[in-house]
């Protein structure tokens, strides 16, 4: 009996099934912050500028809610509001732009990710890849580098 | 020239030779000078992975700034054990750490490998080749010239520019490196993945001469010492950023951390497969597949890493490879992986196993499902990983009912996605676990599998009746976790019934053979691993709560109120003040007491706040390192959520108002102060001049002072002007502006008997049974190790009894 390529089977199609349901979700577009208003409720990645003006950490609530606005990166003239509950990432007074992961709603971006990035030293340099550091906190309270 | 470059020339001309003259020696030959030549050669190349590491050592721990690589990595202060690890702080570095161990591990292989010296060497040999060939294009001995040396940005601000040269100082490294879990971590992942490249050498020996059988006690050794350092030191990494990041957790599924994971699932299938075709002569394909497999998979994962093809999509800070650098671990990739998997193909039909029981109650089919959820995992985590890549991919247009996977940037593929595959996979995993102690090879008789798995399985029961209690008390306290209940249970009750079951066959073993208890102990290691694992993820919980210097203490949600008592550094002078700021010991003192026990049971936690120069920023960063407190139930992470800030006692109102003055929740300081009018000057120029509020100050023993804070302006943004006052060896300036229609100010004030209070946001947070997770780790480190001795014990008597 010839139980190999059946078993092969199962095994491949489990494996696929298993990925594709865990994907529902879990990818988040990288999009324009026009783009992000638009897909209203749906999760995406947005890099943007923050205006460093804007940012307010408010310890009111549980987890703290920090509060901030961005620019796009393209020179576009949109701006956005993004809020992200939980501690404030530790390079954020020093970042010039965010990734940040969530949903357009309620006239704000309500980030449960943001990848912070920081300028390198190798910008603007003869270096032609900038390196990036970044900080990261998810709402979990995650924070690393 | 210079010692190091003319070392990793020498090591390559050295690997290159060893190389060819391997080769040579597979024909049968007896030519002692052959022999000679290969050893010596293998041995200078050695010599040379290992001088070039210890020559970099040596430049970084005598502060040789001229050395690019030391000017970026270490500065005149650093000191003790950091000094050495900062070696191995950049890219450059940590190649040579990696040529170093490959170079002293090749020393051990041809040692061991007795009549397969000649056969494994040469594909051993590649990897220091092309190690060597790295270091010379990317080198880390790389002396600055002095016009270009450290640039402005470098330095902070007051040093005198140009600096003296040879340097006097460098970048210094990053002080979240500065930890002792970081300064092992690197040494003990590479000593992990040079051992890795053993297994797939004898892999492609193997298939070359079709003995098929005989790799097997020879490279367990080596596949056990990879799983148990490379799976202690992934966690070392996790627990320096569970310490030093103010990263609550310890594994965020990040590209870096999976490029470590996959191999390593690969590398524990491999080790799992071993003993199956050692005690059932069977799994001898997949074995030569995953040997082949883990390897390049580490390969795959350096090349994701460090090309900085996922800068976008990770947290690390992801080096750059040169470009030559990199296409050198392109071709290396491509070589082995097209050597080995066509080698596997090529001899797939003359590969011949044993056949397995078909008894699905057998530790055959045990093995075998085991090994599938391995590879399932290393599969399904190197496709997430690599997912940004892949959905760059064009073809994925032209493909309509695929087109959607297309993104021009790529997408990331978010952490919620591995753990539901996670989800899915442990609780089978653990279910095996906990069933393998009571398996046989062939055929398991039923009736005793019963009767003997009752004490594990109704003690996990009787352990999951209080993990319910737990959670059902956390729901009834308002806590709504993310995850659902049946799932934490699940997961909690089968993971102390795998804990239990292998440590009852270990304490069982102990006493009769102590060195067979190693898998059993790694087993139990990951049934708390997981166990702990989800407690403390989905009963975490974190509250943020503003300590103020003066207020008394502030009672938090987890049974202990916290109180500011004072920085670790205080009263001296201004410049000595801003010099404490910049030392990592400067920390917020904080006072933490339990609601009950009170003062007896409490301690000072001290939450590290300081400034450090950030050269590749060119900017002075804040840097926060929590407190950690370890009770046996939980972790007490006292960390800082937002920089401390000093508050002043300031007063908001309008014209012709009078209000006090007073911090926000510390209530008046005795002070009063009258707004009399607003007021508006220009001077010359149209558009600068000043305006802002006159004002009358009420000091508390009734004497009226007038002040006249306000903004500058000259056409720009107007600015606050810091005015003094005399009187009271005090001042005032204007905090927000003017309300345009109001005139409405905040006035902030620095006055005699009312200071400024530090305001402190904390993050609190309590991790339940976290200890769990590091005993699961400890578990798993020592069982593999025990196991490899046992394995390499074997080895040795093999050997005895055929010479």
């Known amino acids: 009996m010839k139980r190999g390529p059946l078993v092969a089977f199962i095994v491949l199609v489990g494996a696929a099934v298993l990925t594709f349901v865990s994907f529902s979700g879990a990818t988040a577009r990288h999009v324009t912050i026009a783009e992000a208003m638009r897909l209203n409720g749906q999760v995406v990645q947005v890099p943007g500028r923050i205006l460093h003006d804007t940012v307010r950490y408010d310890l009111q609530g549980d987890r703290g809610e920090l509060r901030f606005d961005v620019a796009d990166m393209q020179g576009g003239s949109e701006t956005m509001t993004i809020v992200y509950s939980g501690a404030k990432p530790e390079n954020f007074a020093n970042a010039t732009s965010v990734e940040a992961i969530g949903a357009y709603s309620g006239g704000v971006f309500r980030a449960r990710t943001l990848l912070v990035k920081c300028p ?3 910008q603007g340099s003869d270096q032609k890849q900038a390196s990036t550091q970044a900080s990261k906190v998810d709402s979990d309270g995650n924070v690393s580098r | 020239m210079e010692p190091g470059r003319i070392a990793v020339i020498v090591g390559l001309c050295a690997s290159i030779l060893t190389f060819v003259v391997y080769l040579r020696l597979l024909r049968p030959t007896s030519s002692k000078l052959l022999w000679g030549i290969a050893r010596s050669s293998l041995a200078i190349s050695a010599a040379s992975s290992v001088f070039c590491f210890a020559w970099l050592m040596r430049l970084v721990a005598t502060k040789q700034f001229q050395y690019r690589y030391v000017f970026d990595y270490t500065s005149a202060d650093l000191h003790g054990a950091f000094l050495y690890s900062a070696t191995w702080a950049g890219q450059e570095g940590s190649f040579a750490l990696w040529a170093a161990l490959t170079g002293l591990i090749g020393l051990l292989v041809a040692w061991r490998a007795r009549d397969w010296e000649p056969r494994v060497m040469p594909v051993y040999m590649t990897n220091l080749i092309a190690l060597f060939a790295i270091m010379h294009w990317l080198s880390p001995y ?3 010239p002095p016009e270009t040396g450290p640039r402005p940005s470098d330095l902070p601000p007051g040093m005198p520019w140009p600096p003296p040269w040879p340097p006097q ?19 003990t992942i590479f000593f992990g993945f040079a051992c890795l490249a053993v297994p797939f050498s004898y892999a492609i020996a193997t298939l070359l001469w079709r003995s098929y059988d005989e790799w097997v006690k020879r490279v367990s050794p080596y596949v056990l010492l990879t799983v148990g350092t490379l799976g202690t030191g992934l966690f070392m990494g996790g627990y320096w950023a569970y310490e030093t990041q103010g990263w609550h957790g310890f594994w965020a599924w990040d590209p870096v951390e999976n490029a470590s994971l996959f191999p390593w699932l690969g590398a524990l299938a491999l080790a799992h497969g071993l003993i199956v075709q050692r005690s059932r002569g069977g799994m001898t394909r997949t074995n030569l597949f995953l040997a082949i497999a883990s390897w390049l998979l580490f390969v795959y994962g350096t090349f994701l890493t460090r090309s900085g093809a996922l800068a976008n999509f990770s947290v690390h800070a992801f080096g750059m490879l040169d470009n030559a650098a990199l296409r050198i671990l392109v071709i290396l990739i491509g ?4 050597a080995g998997l066509g080698l596997l193909l090529w001899r797939w039909r003359t590969i011949r196993g044993q056949k397995m029981s078909e008894s699905v109650l057998s530790l055959d089919s045990a093995m075998w499902f085991a090994m599938v959820l391995m590879c399932v995992a290393a599969a399904i985590i190197t496709l997430g990983t690599s997912w940004p890549l892949i959905s760059r991919w064009p073809i994925w247009k032209s493909i309509p009912a695929l087109s959607a996977i297309y993104a021009a940037d790529g997408v990331r593929v978010e952490p919620i996605f591995y753990n539901r595959i996670g989800t899915a996979l442990v609780l089978p995993t653990l279910l ?4 393998t102690p009571f398996l046989v090879w062939g055929r398991t008789d039923s009736e005793q599998l019963l009767k003997r798995i009752m004490v594990p399985w109704l003690s996990a029961i009787v352990g999951g009746v209080a993990l319910l209690a737990f959670v059902l008390h956390e729901a009834a306290s308002g806590f709504e976790a993310g995850t659902p209940r049946v799932v934490t249970v699940a997961v909690g009750t089968l993971g ?15 006493r009769a053979r102590p060195v067979y208890i190693g898998g059993w102990l790694a087993h139990a290691g990951v049934g708390l691993l997981l166990l702990g694992t989800v407690i403390t993820n989905v009963y975490e919980k974190t509250a943020s709560y503003a300590v103020i210097e003066g207020r008394g203490p502030v009672r938090t949600a987890f049974g202990y109120s916290l109180e500011f008592l004072g920085w670790t550094h205080e009263g001296k002078t201004e410049e000595e003040v801003l010099k404490d700021w910049k030392r990592f010991d400067h920390a917020v003192r904080l006072r933490v007491t339990p609601d009950r026990g009170g003062e007896r049971k409490g301690y000072e936690a001290r939450v590290a706040v300081f400034k450090y120069w950030n050269a590749g920023q060119g900017e002075w960063s804040t840097m926060t390192w929590p407190d950690i407190r370890k009770q046996w139930h939980r972790d007490i992470y006292l960390a800082a959520a937002d920089d401390p800030r000093l508050v002043r006692p300031i007063a908001t109102l309008s014209p012709g108002e009078t209000s006090t003055i007073g911090v926000p929740g510390l209530g008046p300081t005795g002070y009063e102060v009258r707004y009399d009018r607003f007021y508006r000057s220009s001077t010359g120029a149209q558009m600068a001049g000043e305006m802002g509020a006159e004002m009358t100050l009420l000091t508390p023993d009734k004497r009226e002072i007038k002040i006249r804070p306000g903004l500058a302006f000259d056409g720009g943004e107007p600015r ?8 009271l060896n005090g001042a005032v300036i204007l905090e927000g502006g003017i309300q345009p229609e109001t005139k409405q100010v905040t006035a902030a004030f620095e006055l005699p008997g009312a200071p400024a209070s530090w305001v402190v946001p904390i993050a609190a947070t309590n991790k339940p049974m976290i200890n769990l997770v590091w005993l699961g780790v400890v578990l798993i480190g020592a069982g593999s190790l025990i196991a490899m001795t046992r394995r390499a014990g074997e080895m040795r008597a093999t050997a005895k009894t055929s010479a």
């Open chain 1, 120 to 122: 390198s030293r190798y």
């Open chain 2, 142 to 144: 790389v002396v600055m």
């Open chain 2, 496 to 510: 102390l019934f795998a804990a239990l079951a292998s440590l009852w066959l270990a304490i069982k073993l102990v």
């Open chain 2, 169 to 187: 100082d460098g970048n210094g490294l990053n002080p979240s490196l500065q930890n002792i879990w970081m300064a092992i971590h690197p040494p």
């Open chain 2, 720 to 727: 606050p002007v810091h005015v003094a006052i005399p009187e």
């Open chain 2, 432 to 435: 095996l676990i906990g069933l």
């Open chain 2, 335 to 338: 070589v082995q992986g097209v």
